[in-house]
Structures are given as structure tokens and as C-alpha cells.
């Protein structure tokens, strides 16, 4: 079945460090892919997502490329701030799977000042 | 636009009462809304996905007659956590979708509901 298995946390960076977190999936169609970032005590939201191979996501400074190959789509970001502190879910969704989104365990992120 | 809505944001209630949470997709008809459970630290947990008009799609090991789910129409949802007990205590998020191209699903704030 579709799983997404995601780097453990919490990553601690200081400010305007460079961030990575990775992402690998399995899935038996071609799934779309998201990044999903929860605040404290928040929903989700979405922070960006593709939907077929070599398509980039991007928003707010955050990009991740869907990367068929080798089954990833990880999470990167330049210079990050405090006020990316969060939990970010990497997801899939398919048809195949009747559109339910399988998320990761989540990664928590600390940004120090 | 896609906004999502939950009510009530937080809810607590005593042992052995029932707790319903709505769940309304605001400027769009939902085809399909999935219902997750999330405990601290914790990813979500798929419930059960429901289609306007028919019973649930429960996940393994949700008990169907503990979380009566109910999709009346096209923008509303609601579930029904019946006889809570203390250890039922947790994050109940919706989300909403439309059958498209993209399966992007749009997410709720989330009910955090405490049984005492």
C-alpha cells in the first residue's frame, strides 16, 4: 500500500540556516504530493504540493521538487526563521487510493533566534 | 476560497455522553470529506472518508458504531463520538475534497475534545 516515511525530529536550526527536511513515498499510481505545516494548537495548512513528476512546489520561501526516480520530495528552504517553527507532514494522495492523503509521522522544527 | 469550518473548536464533556463536531466546506461542494484523529506529537490518523449521500468508508480498527459519521449534504459533515470515555480525548480534524485532477484536500482547524 501507499506509505510516506519522513525524516525524524525535531530538527533545532538557528535562524537563516539552511533547511532540509527529507521525504521518501511509496505508492502504486502516480500520487500528487504535499507539504502540510501545523502551527501550535492549528490545523493543517498547506504549504505547497505537485502533482506529477519534476513539478516544483513552492511558497513562503519553501520549495520541494517531486522527484519520481528515486521516490522523494523533500523540503528545503534557504534562510529560515523563527516563525517557521512547526510541524511539517509530507502527504500523498491518488486516485488509486481513493483520494485519501497518507501522511508522515511529521517532523517538528525549532528555529532559535 | 476552499474554506473549511469545524464547530465547536474545543469541547470538553463527561464520561459516557456523546460529542457531535460539524464539519462545513464554506464557498465549495464536497464531494468526499475524510475524518482524522491526531494525538500530541502525533501525525493524523485516517477515520473514515464519507460521500455525500452514502454510509462511511470506515479505516481498520475504527469502531463505526463509536463514530457515527454523517455526510447530510454537499458542505457538511458531521461526527458523532458516542458514549465518550476518557482515552476517546483528542484532535478530530476534517477535511474536504473535491473529485478532481489534483485530489487536494482542504483541511478544518481541528475540534480538540477532552472527556473527563
Given at each position: 500500500g501507499n506509505s510516506v516515511t519522513q525524516m525524524e525530529g525535531p530538527v533545532t536550526l538557528s535562524e537563516e540556516a539552511f533547511l532540509t527536511i527529507n521525504c521518501t513515498y511509496t505508492a502504486t499510481g502516480y500520487p500528487s504530493l504535499f507539504w502540510y505545516v501545523q502551527y501550535p494548537g492549528e490545523g493543517l495548512q498547506l504549504l505547497l504540493k505537485a502533482t506529477k513528476a519534476d513539478d516544483k512546489g513552492s511558497n513562503k520561501g519553501f520549495e520541494a521538487t517531486y522527484r519520481k526516480e528515486t521516490t522523494s520530495f523533500h523540503l528545503e528552504k534557504g534562510s529560515v526563521q523563527v516563525s517557521d517553527s512547526a510541524v511539517y507532514f509530507c502527504a500523498l494522495s491518488d486516485h488509486g487510493g481513493g483520494f485519501k492523503t497518507i501522511f508522515g509521522a511529521g517532523t517538528r522544527l525549532f528555529v532559535k533566534a | 476560497g476552499a474554506v473549511v469550518s469545524q464547530h465547536p473548536s474545543w469541547v470538553i464533556c463527561k464520561s459516557g455522553t456523546s460529542v457531535k463536531i460539524e464539519c462545513r466546506s464554506l464557498d465549495f461542494q464536497a464531494t468526499t470529506m475524510f475524518w482524522y484523529r491526531q494525538f500530541p506529537k502525533q501525525s493524523l490518523m485516517l477515520m473514515a472518508t464519507s460521500n455525500e449521500g452514502s454510509k462511511a468508508t470506515y479505516e481498520q480498527g475504527v469502531e463505526k458504531d463509536k463514530f457515527l459519521i454523517n455526510h447530510a449534504s454537499l458542505t457538511l459533515s458531521t461526527l458523532t463520538v458516542t458514549s465518550?470515555?476518557?482515552?476517546?480525548?483528542s484532535f478530530y480534524i476534517c477535511s474536504a475534497s473535491v473529485a478532481s485532477g489534483n485530489y487536494e484536500q482542504y483541511f478544518g482547524p481541528g475540534t480538540r475534545l477532552t472527556v473527563t
Open positions: - | 465518550a470515555h476518557p482515552e476517546d480525548s
